[in-house]
């Protein structure tokens, strides 16, 4: 995985950063995010939560280019996000055809698509970034496994793998916590700090605002519009959480200053350390 690494760590981490100015989408109508400024410096490592209907994964879709602001510009590292290939794109497990007849492998390669070409077969050295990068997040043993009879944990390993083929430079993940077990979370957790570390920039979509404060060096507070964004005990301040969720949330003091912030539109309960 050494060969990987170091590709990132060759990267300017001090190119322009993502910028985001005056983003806005509406759908048959509706307003789905309204006007979000924001600039993510190269290299961040940047949570963003807000309740369902908020608008993460619609930022995340934007910023991968998958879909295209009603109004506003989306800038990364000097191109539009439809131009550059440096982003991976994640998306809920939900949203994916588990049938789809492929092996882990195969589905790592597909990360290397921009590169090889759709018309090319790959070479003996893509193989060996997929091989690497399989070998980083711990899945070699399941290279032959079809995709669709790992577990969720394993499965986001895959994806995670996907993306260290890709090289990519921004990777954006949405929920890729939900449904795993505390073993599994903290295997990816690692591997996002191993691509933190290396200057990629990272961004998750999460509804869990415990693992952002404790995980993430920045926190990005939607619901439609930018509440806050910066480090966690300023971005989940109690002013913040009332106005992003409303009624939607009860909060309790706890000990040692925590609260505890009830989503009544999500399972559960998040806790997080409020400074």
């Known amino acids: 995985m050494t060969n990987i690494i170091s590709h990132f760590q060759e990267h300017d981490t001090g190119a322009s950063p993502i910028h985001l100015h005056n983003v806005s989408l509406r759908y048959n109508g509706i307003s789905v995010l309204e006007e979000i400024n924001a600039d ?18 619609t930022l995340m879709k934007l910023i991968a280019g998958l879909i295209k602001p009603t109004q506003g510009e989306i800038n990364i590292f000097g191109h539009g996000p439809g ?17 789809f007849p492929a092996n882990v492998a195969e589905v790592v390669m597909m990360g290397r698509i921009h590169q090889i070409g759709f018309f090319h077969w790959p070479t003996r050295a893509d193989w060996t970034i997929v091989r690497e990068a399989l070998e980083r997040v711990d899945m070699s043993a399941f ?22 083929s890709q090289e990519a430079e921004v990777v954006l993940l949405d929920e890729p916590f939900t449904g795993l077990d505390v073993l599994s979370q903290d295997a990816i957790l ?19 605002l415990n693992l952002a404060a404790k995980h ?18 300023k971005a989940l301040s109690q002013e913040a959480l009332i106005q992003a969720y409303g009624k939607q949330v009860h909060m309790l003091p706890g000990a ?16 997080f350390l409020k400074s």
């Open 40 to 57: 993510i410096p190269a290299g961040e490592h940047i949570a963003v939560v807000g309740p369902n209907g908020a608008g993460k994964t």
């Open 83 to 99: 131009s550059h290939i440096c982003i991976a794109y994640v998306p809920q497990r939900s949203q994916v055809d588990w049938d």
């Open 143 to 164: 290279s032959d496994h079809r995709i669709g009879e790992l577990s969720g944990g394993q499965q986001q390993r895959v994806f995670l793998a996907q993306a260290l």
């Open 190 to 208: 690692r591997i996002l700090e191993d691509l933190h570390q290396a200057g990629v920039t990272v961004l998750i979509a999460t509804h869990d």
């Open 216 to 233: 993430f060096d920045q926190v990005m507070l939607l619901n439609r519009r930018l509440i806050s964004y910066g480090p966690a005990a």
């Open 256 to 271: 040692d200053g925590a609260l505890i912030l009830s989503d009544t539109c999500c399972e559960g309960e998040d806790e």
